[in-house]
């Protein structure tokens, strides 16, 4: 009877844990969107220097690039947590690290105004 009571008890923790982990992970989806908006506001009229978003001008072609590459994690991230949600943790993770880079790099961009 105990054990069955701590199996119990262990399940429902864990279960309660993912949950909590799946709530971050949608937050810093989030988080993740603003910072690459915050990015694109300030880099745009600029000159860029990523080859990737095509060197020149920033305007609405890098943008549309950068929108999209983000949409597309996002995508990937959706479907491989609806198969696998303990990779919710690891997805949340990622998430921040990206957002505190994008953020970095809106920083850096209004400096140079």
Do not use: M, N
């Given at each position: 009877m105990k054990?069955?009571?701590?199996i119990a008890a262990f399940?429902?923790?864990?279960?309660?844990?993912?949950?909590?982990?799946?709530?971050l992970w949608r937050v810093t989806q989030a988080a993740m969107l603003a910072s690459?908006?915050?990015?694109?506001?300030?880099?745009?009229?600029?000159r860029?220097?990523?080859?990737?978003?095509?060197?020149?001008?920033?305007g609405i072609r890098q943008a549309s690039l950068e929108f999209?590459?983000?949409?597309?994690?996002?995508?990937i991230q959706e479907i491989s947590v609806h198969h696998k949600?303990?990779?919710?943790?690891?997805?949340?993770?990622v998430n921040l690290v990206r957002t505190g880079a994008y953020t970095g790099l809106a920083v850096h961009n209004e400096m140079l105004r």
């Open positions: 054990r069955t009571i701590l399940a429902a923790g864990s279960h309660a844990q993912a949950a909590s982990w799946h709530r690459t908006t915050a990015d694109v506001a300030s880099s745009y009229g600029k860029e220097l990523d080859p990737v978003l095509g060197r020149g001008r920033y999209g590459i983000t949409g597309a994690v996002l995508a949600p303990f990779l919710a943790k690891r997805l949340a993770i």
